[in-house]
C-alpha cells in the first residue's frame, strides 16, 4: 500500500522560506514521476513541480526560480523548497506520485494516483 506523508508546511511573513517534505512508503520516489501541487481554498488544484524518475524537472511559471523540487533516494523522500514567498503561495500542498513511467512534459494531473493528505502552507504579508 502506498503512502506519502507531507510536513514541513507552517506560517511565515512574505519573503521568508519553508521546505516541505513527503516521506513515501511501498512506493520508490525514483520510479516514476512525483510532483507536488496545491489548492487554495475555492481554487483548482494546480500543479506546482513535478519531477521524473531520471531526475527533469518543470515547475508551474508563477513558481520558477523561487521553488526547487529534489528527492533523497536514500531517504525515500520528496522534497520541496520553498523561497521568496509570497502571500499567493498560501495554499494546502500535497505530494503525489504516478505508478506507471511517464514523461515530465506529458504527465497530467490525472495520471497521478498516489496522493498525501496535505501540508498548510500560509504566507503573510
Known amino acids: 500500500q502506498v503512502q506519502l506523508v507531507e510536513s514541513g508546511g507552517g506560517s511565515v511573513q512574505t519573503g521568508g522560506s519553508l521546505r516541505l517534505s513527503c516521506a513515501a512508503s511501498g512506493y520508490t520516489v525514483s520510479s516514476s514521476c512525483m510532483g507536488w501541487f496545491r489548492q487554495a481554498p475555492g481554487k483548482e488544484r494546480e500543479g506546482v513541480a513535478i519531477?521524473?524518475?531520471?531526475?527533469?524537472?518543470s515547475y508551474a511559471d508563477s513558481v520558477k526560480g523561487r521553488f526547487t523540487i529534489s528527492r533523497d533516494n536514500t531517504k525515500n523522500t520528496l522534497y520541496l523548497q520553498m523561497n521568496s514567498l509570497k502571500p499567493e503561495d498560501s495554499a494546502m500542498y500535497y505530494c503525489?506520485?504516478?505508478?506507471?513511467?511517464?514523461?515530465?512534459?506529458?504527465?497530467?494531473?490525472?495520471?497521478?494516483?498516489?496522493w498525501g493528505r496535505g501540508t498548510q502552507v500560509t504566507v503573510s504579508s
Open positions: 519531477i521524473a524518475s531520471l531526475g527533469v524537472t
Open positions: 503525489a506520485a504516478v505508478q506507471w513511467p511517464c514523461l515530465v512534459t506529458a504527465v497530467k494531473k490525472a495520471d497521478f494516483a498516489h
